[in-house]
């Protein structure tokens, strides 16, 4: 049984999926919050079911997000110094999908019970929510910008021996 072949990047595929799917994650928390924000000031009905539903996907997205990442982060080849980095962001990303899928049945039984309103402690939990992912993001950022992971010259001069 054959490895499958690498590329530049280290990766059996063009490019990074966990990045993009991740990216997609993202933009659905964040959304999610605004609408139920705005939806709480506005009391706009909608905005909530709007909320709902990226929550909803959200929950389902961050584990094929955390999948990827695994494989991915499996693939790279780290230098020491981006070793904690990655695990925290590993930690906080197997944390957050707990949180994730914790916020969205939470969402669930509100959409159930109040279609009108959410409760403030609900916000409070979101806006901490919010906080982690920006947490998430800052580390992720810092393993694709500072450490290079995935990033064809680094993995090239990883390669060749030489460390960055």
Known sequence: MSA?????????YPDPLHPIIVHFVIAMVFFSFFCDV???FTRNVRLFEVSFWNMFVAAIAIFIAIIFGQFEAGLAQAQ???QSTLNYHTVLGWSLGAIVAAIAAW???IRNRSPR???PAY???????VCLVFLQVYLGSKLFWVYGLHVEPVVQAMKQ???P
């Open 38 to 40: 705005l939806g709480y």
């Open 80 to 82: 020491k110094a981006a």
């Open 4 to 12: 499958l072949p690498l590329n530049s990047q280290n990766l059996p």
């Open 117 to 119: 309103k959410v409760p």
């Open 107 to 109: 969402r669930f039984v």
């Open 161 to 163: 021996g030489v460390s």
């Open 123 to 129: 916000l409070g939990a979101a806006t901490l929510l």
